[in-house]
Protein backbone atom coordinates (compact mmCIF):
# COMPACT_ATOMS: atom_id res chain seq x y z
CA UNK A 1 0.00 0.00 0.00
CA UNK A 2 1.58 3.17 -1.35
CA UNK A 3 -0.81 5.72 -0.24
CA UNK A 4 -2.13 7.82 2.34
CA UNK A 5 -6.15 7.90 2.89
CA UNK A 6 -7.82 10.87 3.78
CA UNK A 7 -11.49 10.70 5.21
CA UNK A 8 -13.87 12.86 4.32
CA UNK A 9 -13.32 13.96 0.79
CA UNK A 10 -15.68 16.66 1.60
CA UNK A 11 -16.96 18.28 5.07
CA UNK A 12 -19.28 20.98 5.43
CA UNK A 13 -19.56 22.08 9.31
CA UNK A 14 -21.06 25.49 11.58
CA UNK A 15 -19.17 27.23 13.64
CA UNK A 16 -20.33 25.12 16.72
CA UNK A 17 -19.71 22.00 15.39
CA UNK A 18 -16.99 19.93 16.23
CA UNK A 19 -16.02 17.39 13.61
CA UNK A 20 -12.71 15.36 13.05
CA UNK A 21 -10.33 14.70 9.98
CA UNK A 22 -8.76 11.50 9.90
CA UNK A 23 -5.35 10.40 7.68
CA UNK A 24 -4.00 7.00 7.24
CA UNK A 25 -1.08 5.16 5.74
CA UNK A 26 0.37 1.97 6.03
CA UNK A 27 3.57 2.76 4.34
CA UNK A 28 5.72 2.68 7.70
CA UNK A 29 6.38 6.26 8.27
CA UNK A 30 7.12 7.70 11.49
CA UNK A 31 6.74 10.93 10.34
CA UNK A 32 2.84 12.12 9.43
CA UNK A 33 2.28 16.00 8.67
CA UNK A 34 -1.08 18.42 8.70
CA UNK A 35 -1.39 21.26 6.01
CA UNK A 36 -3.84 24.34 5.24
CA UNK A 37 -4.04 25.17 1.64
CA UNK A 38 -5.86 28.46 0.61
CA UNK A 39 -6.89 28.47 -2.88
CA UNK A 40 -4.36 29.21 -5.49
CA UNK A 41 -1.77 28.94 -2.65
CA UNK A 42 1.01 26.43 -1.38
CA UNK A 43 -0.28 24.27 1.13
CA UNK A 44 1.04 25.74 4.75
CA UNK A 45 2.29 23.59 7.49
CA UNK A 46 0.23 23.22 10.59
CA UNK A 47 1.63 20.21 12.60
CA UNK A 48 4.47 17.69 12.20
CA UNK A 49 4.35 14.27 14.08
CA UNK A 50 7.39 12.29 14.58
CA UNK A 51 6.93 8.73 15.89
CA UNK A 52 3.53 9.81 17.13
CA UNK A 53 5.14 12.76 19.16
CA UNK A 54 4.41 16.45 18.22
CA UNK A 55 7.43 17.49 16.90
CA UNK A 56 6.14 20.73 15.35
CA UNK A 57 3.04 23.30 15.94
CA UNK A 58 3.35 26.32 12.82
CA UNK A 59 1.68 28.43 15.44
CA UNK A 60 -1.80 27.36 15.16
CA UNK A 61 -4.91 28.66 16.68
CA UNK A 62 -6.46 25.98 19.79
CA UNK A 63 -9.56 25.30 17.41
CA UNK A 64 -6.90 23.12 16.09
CA UNK A 65 -6.33 20.31 17.94
CA UNK A 66 -4.13 17.07 16.47
CA UNK A 67 -3.74 13.73 17.39
CA UNK A 68 -1.56 10.75 16.67
CA UNK A 69 -3.11 7.58 18.32
CA UNK A 70 -0.68 5.28 16.28
CA UNK A 71 2.10 5.29 13.82
CA UNK A 72 -0.24 4.84 11.11
CA UNK A 73 -3.39 7.29 11.86
CA UNK A 74 -3.21 11.32 12.50
CA UNK A 75 -6.47 12.99 13.32
CA UNK A 76 -7.20 16.60 13.05
CA UNK A 77 -9.91 17.84 15.65
CA UNK A 78 -12.17 20.81 15.06
CA UNK A 79 -13.79 23.12 16.91
CA UNK A 80 -15.25 26.41 16.94
CA UNK A 81 -14.08 27.40 13.41
CA UNK A 82 -14.56 30.67 11.53
CA UNK A 83 -15.50 31.06 8.33
CA UNK A 84 -11.95 32.21 6.86
CA UNK A 85 -10.91 28.26 8.06
CA UNK A 86 -12.76 27.27 4.82
CA UNK A 87 -9.54 25.22 2.71
CA UNK A 88 -8.47 22.24 1.83
CA UNK A 89 -6.82 20.28 4.59
CA UNK A 90 -3.60 17.79 3.19
CA UNK A 91 -2.14 15.12 5.41
CA UNK A 92 1.25 13.64 4.27
CA UNK A 93 3.93 10.92 5.46
CA UNK A 94 7.77 9.93 5.03
CA UNK A 95 9.81 7.69 6.17
CA UNK A 96 10.76 10.28 8.70
CA UNK A 97 11.66 13.53 9.38
CA UNK A 98 15.33 14.41 8.33
CA UNK A 99 17.94 12.72 5.91
CA UNK A 100 17.67 10.79 2.81
CA UNK A 101 14.11 9.20 2.26
CA UNK A 102 12.35 12.60 3.54
CA UNK A 103 10.08 13.17 0.71
CA UNK A 104 6.54 13.31 1.71
CA UNK A 105 3.74 11.31 -0.03
CA UNK A 106 0.30 13.64 0.11
CA UNK A 107 -3.31 12.48 0.36
CA UNK A 108 -5.90 13.61 -1.89
CA UNK A 109 -7.13 16.07 1.07
CA UNK A 110 -10.52 16.95 2.66
CA UNK A 111 -12.26 20.08 1.48
CA UNK A 112 -13.89 21.89 4.60
CA UNK A 113 -16.19 24.88 4.43
CA UNK A 114 -17.19 26.50 7.90
CA UNK A 115 -20.84 28.13 7.32
CA UNK B 1 16.58 30.49 6.55
CA UNK B 2 15.44 28.59 3.14
CA UNK B 3 13.52 30.35 0.65
CA UNK B 4 12.07 28.61 -2.98
CA UNK B 5 11.10 31.31 -5.94
CA UNK B 6 9.38 29.94 -8.65
CA UNK B 7 10.12 32.52 -11.86
CA UNK B 8 7.05 32.00 -13.66
CA UNK B 9 3.38 32.05 -12.31
CA UNK B 10 1.67 31.07 -15.71
CA UNK B 11 3.32 28.62 -18.15
CA UNK B 12 1.53 28.25 -21.63
CA UNK B 13 2.53 25.35 -23.94
CA UNK B 14 1.22 23.43 -26.84
CA UNK B 15 0.81 20.01 -26.92
CA UNK B 16 4.14 18.42 -27.91
CA UNK B 17 6.20 21.07 -27.64
CA UNK B 18 9.19 21.28 -24.78
CA UNK B 19 8.49 22.54 -20.91
CA UNK B 20 10.51 24.43 -18.76
CA UNK B 21 9.18 25.58 -15.21
CA UNK B 22 12.03 27.36 -13.67
CA UNK B 23 13.07 27.57 -10.16
CA UNK B 24 15.72 29.11 -7.79
CA UNK B 25 16.17 28.11 -3.73
CA UNK B 26 18.44 29.72 -1.42
CA UNK B 27 19.00 27.49 1.35
CA UNK B 28 22.26 27.42 4.86
CA UNK B 29 22.16 23.97 4.32
CA UNK B 30 22.78 21.58 1.56
CA UNK B 31 19.18 21.07 0.15
CA UNK B 32 16.76 18.55 -0.65
CA UNK B 33 14.72 20.03 -3.44
CA UNK B 34 11.87 18.63 -4.93
CA UNK B 35 9.11 19.22 -7.59
CA UNK B 36 5.11 18.16 -6.60
CA UNK B 37 2.68 18.08 -9.59
CA UNK B 38 -1.15 19.32 -8.08
CA UNK B 39 -3.95 18.30 -10.52
CA UNK B 40 -7.40 20.56 -9.65
CA UNK B 41 -9.19 19.58 -6.19
CA UNK B 42 -6.46 16.65 -5.86
CA UNK B 43 -3.47 16.13 -3.30
CA UNK B 44 -0.04 16.98 -4.51
CA UNK B 45 1.59 13.90 -6.20
CA UNK B 46 5.80 13.50 -6.19
CA UNK B 47 7.17 14.07 -9.42
CA UNK B 48 10.95 14.19 -8.32
CA UNK B 49 13.32 14.61 -5.80
CA UNK B 50 16.81 15.99 -5.67
CA UNK B 51 19.19 14.50 -2.84
CA UNK B 52 22.74 15.18 -3.96
CA UNK B 53 23.52 11.31 -5.48
CA UNK B 54 23.01 12.70 -8.89
CA UNK B 55 22.33 16.57 -10.52
CA UNK B 56 19.94 15.37 -13.46
CA UNK B 57 16.87 14.07 -11.98
CA UNK B 58 15.11 11.88 -13.49
CA UNK B 59 10.91 11.48 -12.74
CA UNK B 60 7.48 10.55 -13.47
CA UNK B 61 5.69 11.08 -16.65
CA UNK B 62 9.01 12.08 -18.39
CA UNK B 63 9.93 14.90 -16.46
CA UNK B 64 13.50 15.87 -15.40
CA UNK B 65 15.28 18.53 -13.53
CA UNK B 66 18.62 19.56 -13.18
CA UNK B 67 20.60 20.99 -9.97
CA UNK B 68 23.16 23.78 -10.57
CA UNK B 69 24.36 24.62 -7.42
CA UNK B 70 26.85 27.70 -8.77
CA UNK B 71 22.71 29.02 -10.08
CA UNK B 72 21.00 27.98 -7.10
CA UNK B 73 18.25 26.61 -9.50
CA UNK B 74 16.50 23.68 -9.56
CA UNK B 75 14.30 23.87 -13.12
CA UNK B 76 11.95 21.12 -14.33
CA UNK B 77 11.96 19.98 -18.02
CA UNK B 78 9.66 17.75 -20.33
CA UNK B 79 11.01 16.91 -24.08
CA UNK B 80 7.17 17.08 -25.32
CA UNK B 81 3.86 18.27 -23.49
CA UNK B 82 0.70 16.43 -23.23
CA UNK B 83 -2.94 17.70 -21.74
CA UNK B 84 -2.73 15.52 -19.07
CA UNK B 85 0.29 17.43 -17.95
CA UNK B 86 -2.03 20.75 -17.14
CA UNK B 87 -1.60 21.43 -13.63
CA UNK B 88 -0.19 23.43 -10.94
CA UNK B 89 3.81 22.33 -10.21
CA UNK B 90 5.43 23.35 -6.93
CA UNK B 91 9.45 23.48 -6.55
CA UNK B 92 9.65 22.68 -3.14
CA UNK B 93 13.13 22.70 -0.27
CA UNK B 94 13.30 20.77 2.52
CA UNK B 95 14.60 22.20 6.04
CA UNK B 96 17.79 21.32 7.88
CA UNK B 97 18.97 22.15 11.28
CA UNK B 98 16.67 22.59 13.66
CA UNK B 99 13.28 22.59 11.01
CA UNK B 100 13.75 19.47 10.22
CA UNK B 101 10.39 18.05 8.30
CA UNK B 102 9.46 21.73 7.29
CA UNK B 103 9.22 22.08 3.13
CA UNK B 104 9.24 25.38 2.17
CA UNK B 105 7.10 25.86 -1.28
CA UNK B 106 7.58 27.89 -3.72
CA UNK B 107 4.08 30.13 -4.99
CA UNK B 108 3.49 27.38 -7.79
CA UNK B 109 3.39 27.56 -11.59
CA UNK B 110 0.30 27.13 -13.71
CA UNK B 111 0.92 25.02 -16.58
CA UNK B 112 -1.71 25.48 -19.51
CA UNK B 113 -1.49 22.81 -22.50
CA UNK B 114 -3.02 24.00 -25.60
CA UNK B 115 -4.02 21.23 -28.22
Known amino acids: DTEVTQTPKHLVMGMTNKKSLKCEQH?????MYWYKQKAKKPPELMFV???????INESVPSRFSPECPNSSLLNLHLHALQPEDSALYLC??????????????FGPGTRLTVL | AQSVTQLDSHVSVSEGTPVLLRCNYS??????LFWYVQHPNKGLQLLLK??????LVKGINGFEAEFKKSETSFHLTKPSAHMSDAAEYFC?????????????FGQGTILTVHP
Open chain 2, 92 to 104: VVSAGGTSYGKLT
Open chain 1, 49 to 55: YSYEKLS
Open chain 1, 92 to 105: ASSHRTSGGMNEQF
Open chain 2, 27 to 32: SSYSPS
Open chain 1, 27 to 31: MGHRA
Open chain 2, 50 to 55: YTSAAT
